[in-house]
């Protein structure tokens, strides 16, 4: 079963910031909490990971909360092509299968 | 191309045919897992390889399912006697990562089996 626990849906403005929630109340010490993206007919896309520092990349910022029990992933500037079921998923490393829940299905409305 | 490459993207079974879906992971990734996602749901895990050894199978819902990875690198999932609640799309991912690397996973397109 999933560890993690995302709202089913979210809408946002394109060009505003897209913030999606997850919390993951009892992750390990040990387990990363990936972000993953599924547009329409195509296969998951990593997006981003962290452990417990906020990290940046050229798609996405992930904040975590000291606790480590949620965390917050930021699309900057949302656009169409964002439109996407996001998957956020904790894991305790790169040889362990990742247990996708239900997501949140993000849609950018013009 | 330097991507996951799955074939076929689309197959359509009559009940109780046998299909073999392949997946081409990026070369020299060591990790290979396979997916399952009904229609509206995520993925569901099915089986894991790391090179050729097949570390967890946990996840294929009966020995109807059969997963190879005999070099290493081309993997086939294999069902036989298709059944109805078989049809969904079946995900292949690769990762760089061995035991204890934390690395990303890469995603095929998947292959959507259909069973009628």
């Known amino acids: 079963d999933a560890k993690t626990t995302q709202p089913p849906s979210m809408d946002c403005a394109e060009g505003r910031a897209a913030n999606l929630p997850c919390n993951h109340s009892t992750i390990s010490g040990n387990e990363y909490v990936y972000w993953y993206r599924q547009i329409h007919s195509q296969g998951p896309q990593y997006i981003i990971h962290g452990l417990k520092n906020n990290e940046t990349n050229e798609m996405a910022s992930l904040i975590i909360t000291e606790d480590r029990k949620s965390s917050t992933l930021i699309l900057p500037h949302a656009t169409l092509r964002d439109t996407a079921v996001y998957y956020c998923?904790?894991?305790?490393?790169?040889?362990?299968?990742?247990?996708f829940g239900k997501g949140t299905r993000l849609s950018v409305i013009a | 191309g330097a991507g996951v490459s799955q074939s076929p993207r689309y197959k359509v079974a009559k009940r109780g045919q046998d299909v073999a879906l392949r997946c081409d992971p990026i070369s020299g990734h060591v990790s290979l897992f396979w997916y399952q996602q009904a229609l509206g749901q995520g993925p569901e895990f099915l089986t894991y390889?790391?090179?050729?050894?097949?570390?967890?199978k946990s996840g294929l819902p009966s020995d109807r399912f059969f997963a190879e990875r005999p070099e290493g690198s081309v993997s086939t999932l294999k069902i036989q006697r298709t059944q109805q609640e078989d049809s969904a799309v079946y995900l292949c991912?690769?990762?760089?990562?061995?035991?204890?690397?934390?690395?990303?996973?890469?995603f095929g397109q998947g292959t959507r089996l259909t069973v009628v």
């Open positions: 998923i904790v894991r305790v490393g790169g040889n362990t299968p990742l247990v």
């Open positions: 390889f790391q090179n050729e050894a097949q570390l967890d």
């Open positions: 991912a690769s990762s760089l990562g061995a035991l204890g690397v934390n690395t990303e996973a890469f």
